[in-house]
C-alpha cells in the first residue's frame, strides 16, 4: 500500500477506540508481545506473566482514559501506532535513569514508541506519525517532548525511532541513556 494513497487520520486512543487498538496489536506481526507495556507501571509478578498480563494493563490504562498514544488509519483501518503521553505516565522511564540531564520534567510528553504495519513502511510513516504526536501533546498541554531514538545504524531499539527523523522536526540531543539511546527534547 502507498500512502500516498492512503485516507490517513491520526486519533487518540481512548476507550472507544481500545477495539481498534487492540485488533491492530493482534493483527499478524503486531506488537502483542509486548502491548507497550515495557515503560508504563506494571507489578514485576504481573510483568512476568506475559502478554495477556500486559494486554489487561493497557486496557485498564486506556479504559482509564489515560493517554497511552494515537493510532494512524487509512480510512477505518489502523495501521500504525505511536506512543506518546506525559513523561509521569512512563515510570520506567525514570527508573531506568532515562531522564538524567536534570532538567525539568513538569508538562514533558514521552515518545517510547512506534510500530508500522509493514505495507506502510519506508514511505516516510514515521515522520507523519512524529508530527500527529507532536500536535496532540501540544494541544494537550505538553510545554515538552522527549524521544529516546537511536543511530541508524542501531542493533536494536529501532521501535523508539531513528536519531535523524527527530532532528529533522527540530529535537535536541540532551543527554544520553546507555551507549544506543539518545534523550532528544522538544520545546514547544
Known sequence: MNVEHAKLSFLRVTPDRWPDLERFFESRGGPKHCWCMVFRPMSAAFRRVGSPAKKQALSETVAANTPVGILAYDGE?????????????????????????????????SIACFYIRSTFRRQGMTTRLLKAAIDYAKANGAKAIEAYPVDYDSPSYSYMGRIGTFERLGFKEIAMAGTRRHIMRLQL
Open 77 to 109: 483501518e489502523p495501521i500504525a501506532w505511536c506512543s506518546i503521553a506525559p513523561l509521569e505516565t512512563y515510570t520506567n522511564l525514570r527508573t531506568r535513569s532515562y531522564v538524567s540531564d536534570g532538567s525539568d520534567t513538569e508538562d514533558v510528553w
